[in-house]
């Protein structure tokens, strides 16, 4: 099969672009560079330095004839969009109707779409929401999200065009950015590596649905051929504090270390975690990599990166 990966030199979409490789897929990425590094693209893959938005796009769609579409591209900064939801819907939602645009014209079979089940369903309390829970999105890259989920129904209906939307929980794992907004894990690595203080905002009782990005990658892999017309969340269905997760890392690396405690920023959500039964019975997936496994691994990687 040829599979497009927008945003394939990022974090996830790398990782998925080598697990398409290594199952044997002809992979091309489109990707801009603003956050992703040439350095993360598998050499199997053919790569073009292009955004989304570019009038050039059709050109690529014309010249490779994909099969399917995994849509990785996206600006993912929460705060970003809440500071400027222009530019959010810029990239996000008017990217993504460009993308789905020229996959309508070269008849693509299929999109794969990465959506964000770590802010569509707004604050979860001590509810775990599963893919038919209301929604309630509380920043404009959440809503972007959902739009195009719903742009995706609409494409289906019209044209025919077959989707999954994977809504993620919160991903971390091996070539997340440590310098960025996005990504806790890679900033706590980045900091307790080079022994520098680490900060929590609010008491660190704040939970998150952490998944390992080798578990995502291989719910992408089964979403070529299963989970049609089908919105899937992907995590652990396991609420884990910012406090645990620091304290996890710091027994991994040996470090006495206490964190900084800072103000609570505003809107952030106490408590988001997913149910993923749908996951198991609809793509036959589950996560494998324990979070214990999984911060070693990123750990490593970060340990490694900085050597």
Known sequence: M????????????????DAYIKAGHRVVIIDNLS???KASINQKAKFYKLDINSHDLGKIFSREKFDLVNHHAAQIDVRKSV??????AKINILGSLNIFENAKKYRVKKIIFASSGGTIY???SSKTPDENSAVN???????????????LKYYRALYGMKYTVLRYGNVYGPRQDPHGEAGVVAIFSGKMLK????????????????????????????????????IINIGTGEATSVNKLFGEMAKIITSKEKPVYLPKRPGELFRS?????????????????????????????FRNLGS
């Open 2 to 17: 040829k599979i497009l990966v927008t945003g394939g030199a990022g974090f996830i979409g790398s990782n998925i672009a």
């Open 35 to 37: 956050s992703g590094k």
């Open 83 to 88: 500071s400027d939801p222009a530019f959010d």
């Open 122 to 124: 707004g604050e979860c």
């Open 137 to 151: 999105p509380l920043s404009p890259y959440g809503i972007a999200k959902l739009s195009i989920e719903f742009y």
């Open 195 to 230: 022994n520098e203080k680490v900060k929590i905002f609010g008491d660190g009782k704040q939970m998150r649905d952490y998944v390992f990005v080798s578990d995502i990658a291989k719910a992408n892999l089964l979403s070529l051929s299963k989970g049609n017309d089908e």
């Open 273 to 301: 975690v997913l149910n993923i039964k749908k996951a198991k019975r609809v793509l036959g997936w589950k996560p494998e990599v324990s979070m214990a496994a999984g911060l070693r691994k990123t750990l490593d990687y």
